[in-house]
């Protein structure tokens, strides 16, 4: 059995599919499926059902995946160490971030750390807070970013730096006489994030403060990106709550405008697996990310 066997029957486990797996590897589909049936004839185990056109993954399958992900993990671990002792001369960094923080907080300072240090390859992932959690829960990325809280046992969270949440409508869009009070909230057309999203959660614990409670609020869209909740708001869709970072250039072109709900400050947060072997390039990128000094603001 080889690390890069392993390699291969992760992805196409994650994927249940040989040809995106390959595609994925940069290999052909018939080295892809050869690897795979060579580990299977190795240990003489059934690791996939063939299913027509696509796999599944049998019980010793997903058994085994699990402790595939380990090893490998184990050997990217021994990887890391070894670049540390080049002195970030080179080196990997595995970044998953939230969509907030991955589109709008992260990438100068990501600019910033790879022109500190050219030699470390970066890969930067982005989903919700949902997902980002997931990936630093299973172990699979040096350091996750996010915008919502997580509640996760296996991994270390910490604050990094803070964000201001406000509601946006485009120009002329109704609001109350007599204020932005709980009945008009309710009632209110609201485009939201997808359930996961941070920014979502954060807003919908501000508005139980407002007395008014998740299930009564009336959203007429969700959508899965910052920059679509955006486009939406801008048509006239309706209302939704979005970081500054995220609608500052719309609100100066004039195409949104702010309105007056006062909503707390949230925190961005950090996530690392408590197991993780903590590389030099990721403790160099913290140090990049806390000392940055951004002109956004």
């Known amino acids: ?38 580990l299977e004839a190795r240990h003489n185990v059934k690791l996939f059902d063939r299913l027509g056109r696509r796999i599944a993954l049998t019980s010793a399958g997903k058994s085994f995946l699990g402790e595939a992900k380990a090893v490998l993990a184990r050997a990217f671990a021994a990887e890391q160490a070894l670049a540390d002792l080049a002195g970030l001369k080179i080196g990997a960094l595995t970044v998953a971030a939230s969509q907030t923080v991955g589109n709008y907080w992260l990438p100068p300072r990501l600019n910033r750390f790879a022109g500190l240090y050219p030699g470390v390859s970066i890969k930067f992932t982005i989903g919700n807070t949902t997902e980002v959690a997931a990936l630093a829960a ?17 991994l270390a969270i910490r604050p990094i730096d803070e964000d201001e949440l406000i509601v946006v409508a485009a120009p002329g869009q ?45 959203i007429v869209l969700e959508l899965p990106s910052n920059e679509a909740v955006r486009a939406a708001v801008e048509s006239g869709c309706g209302l939704a709550a ?6 500052s250039a719309s609100i100066k072109a004039g195409s949104l405008v702010a309105l007056p709900l006062a909503l707390p400050r949230r925190q961005f947060y950090v996530l690392r697996h408590k197991e993780r072997y903590e590389s030099l390039a990721a403790r160099a990128f913290l140090d990049v990310a806390e000392n940055f000094t951004s002109s956004i603001r």
């Open 138 to 154: 299973e172990g699979e990325i040096d350091l996750g970013f996010v915008e919502g809280e997580v509640d996760e046992p296996s």
């Open 174 to 218: 109704a609001v109350a006489p007599d204020g932005l009070n709980k009945e008009w909230l309710m009632q209110a057309p609201w485009v939201a994030r997808e359930k996961g999203s941070g920014t979502r959660a954060v807003f919908e614990a501000a508005l139980r403060d407002f007395g008014v409670e998740t299930s009564n609020r009336n």
């Open 242 to 247: 979005m970081s500054r970072l995220v609608v």
């Open 1 to 38: 059995m080889t690390l890069d066997q392993l390699r291969i029957f992760v992805a196409v486990a994650e994927r249940e599919h040989l040809t995106q797996a390959a595609n994925a590897l940069n290999m052909t589909q018939s080295a892809t499926s050869a690897a795979v049936a060579a």
